[in-house]
C-alpha cells in the first residue's frame, strides 16, 4: 500500500507525559503537513514541510510541540508535558509541488492518530 | 471572518436521491483552489473533488460535481444517486494561493436514509 501511514493509531497519555507521532508520507511526495482536529471540527492546520525544511508554522503549535523530518521522507511530532486540551485527532497528510503529478496539489491524508491526555 | 463556512450541521438524504452540501469562503486572492473531502467515522480523509478558481467549467468526479459560483463565492457539492456508503462527514477546504496551508469548515454530516 503506498498511501499515507501514522503510527500509532491510538495513544493514551498521562498528563505531563511526552509522546511521538510518527508519519510516513507517499513516497514521491516532497510536501508533509500536520493538523489537529477535535470532536465536531474540520482539521487545523499545525506545519508544513517541504522536503526536510519546516516552511511554516501555526500560531496553534505552542512550544510544547516540535516537528521533524530529518531526511525529507518520514516526519515526527512531539508533544512536550501534555494537557489534557491536546486531546485530539493529529492526521498528516502530504502532497506533491510536482505539476506533472497533479495540478490541484491535493493533500493526500493518513488515518490519524487519536491522542487521549488523562 | 471564517475562512470557509458550512452551514448545515445534519444532512439527510434518500437512498438514490441527490443532495446538495453548502460551502461559502472568504478570500481576497484572485487564485485559490477549493477541495472536498469526505471523512467516514473510521477517521480517514478522503479527497472528492477539486476546483481552481480559474477554471470556467464545474468540476465532476463520478457521482460528486461542484457548484462553483465565484460572485457569490460559493463551492456546493451536488452528490447525486446517494448511496448508504455515503453516509460521512464532508468537509469543504481551501487554499490560497499558491500558500500550503489548507483551510477547513467545520464540516456537514451526511446520512443516507436506506
Known amino acids: 500500500d503506498t498511501g499515507v501511514s501514522q503510527n500509532p493509531r491510538h495513544k493514551i497519555t498521562k498528563r505531563g507525559q511526552n509522546v511521538t507521532f510518527r508519519c510516513d508520507p507517499i513516497?514521491?511526495?516532497?510536501?508533509l503537513y500536520w493538523y489537529r482536529q477535535t470532536l465536531g471540527q474540520g482539521p487545523e492546520f499545525l506545519t508544513y514541510?517541504?522536503?526536510?525544511?519546516?516552511?511554516?508554522k501555526s500560531r496553534l503549535l505552542s512550544d510544547r510541540f516540535s516537528a521533524e523530518r530529518p531526511k525529507g521522507s518520514f516526519s515526527t511530532l512531539e508533544i512536550q508535558r501534555t494537557e489534557q486540551g491536546d486531546s485530539a485527532m493529529y492526521l498528516c497528510?502530504?502532497?506533491?509541488?510536482?505539476?506533472?503529478?497533479?495540478?490541484?496539489?491535493?493533500?493526500?491524508f493518513g488515518p490519524g492518530t487519536r491522542l487521549t491526555v488523562t | 471572518a471564517q475562512k470557509i463556512t458550512q452551514t448545515q450541521p445534519g444532512m439527510f438524504v434518500q437512498e438514490k436521491e441527490a443532495v446538495t452540501l453548502d460551502c461559502t469562503y472568504d478570500?481576497?486572492?484572485?487564485?485559490?483552489?477549493l477541495f472536498w473531502y469526505k471523512q467516514p467515522s473510521s477517521g480517514e480523509m478522503i479527497f472528492l473533488i477539486y476546483q481552481g478558481s480559474y477554471d470556467e467549467q464545474n468540476a465532476t468526479e463520478g457521482r460528486y460535481s461542484l457548484n462553483f459560483q465565484k460572485a457569490r463565492k460559493s463551492a456546493n457539492l451536488v452528490i447525486s444517486a446517494s448511496q448508504l456508503g455515503d453516509s460521512a462527514m464532508y468537509f469543504c477546504a481551501m487554499r490560497e494561493g499558491a500558500g500550503n496551508q489548507f483551510y477547513f469548515g467545520t464540516g456537514t454530516s451526511l446520512t443516507v436514509i436506506p
Open positions: 513516497s514521491e511526495h516532497n510536501r
Open positions: 497528510a502530504s502532497s506533491s509541488s510536482d505539476r506533472g503529478i497533479t495540478s490541484s496539489y491535493e493533500q493526500y
Open positions: 478570500t481576497s486572492d484572485q487564485s485559490y483552489g
Open positions: 514541510f517541504q522536503n526536510e525544511a519546516q516552511l511554516e
